[in-house]
Nanobody, 122 residues
Framework: QVQLVESGGGLVQAGGSLRLSCAAS????????MGWFRQAPGKEREFVAA????????YYTDVVKGRFTVSRDNAKNTVYLQMNSLKPEDTAVYYC???????????????WGQGTQVTVSS
């Protein structure tokens, strides 16, 4: 069982930056791939970024490439999402998730955090 708690969301102006954190419980954090997803009102949850258990592999959806960076610190059981050059269309609830498979698919992840709101004003 893995419990995930996100933090770091908030209100920021377009062009600004935020850093999301996701703290995980449990001793086997490094065995899980971690993903970040987001869900805007009235839309389906969508993939943002993923990182392998070792941290050596990362993957991003096209719309955030070059602006967002996913990283992890296995010693701290924490995964991060650094978001730069934020746009109003990045506004959503952001979720972190843990899974055995490194994937862009929501169904591949077994554990989810409660989400943190990111609002980007124009």
């Amino acid at each position: 069982q893995v419990q995930l708690v996100e933090s770091g969301g908030g209100l920021v102006q377009a062009g600004g930056s935020l850093r999301l954190s996701c703290a995980a419980s449990g001793r086997t954090f490094s065995s899980y791939a971690m993903g970040w997803f987001r869900q805007a009102p009235g839309k389906e949850r969508e993939f943002v970024a993923a990182i392998s258990g070792s941290g050596r592999s990362t993957y991003y959806t096209d719309v955030v490439k070059g602006r967002f960076t996913v990283s992890r610190d296995n010693a701290k059981n924490t995964v991060y999402l650094q978001m730069n050059s934020l746009k109003p269309e990045d506004t959503a609830v952001y979720y972190c998730a843990a899974g055995r498979a490194y994937s862009t698919d929501v169904a591949a992840y077994d554990y989810w955090g409660q989400g943190t709101q990111v609002t980007v004003s124009s």
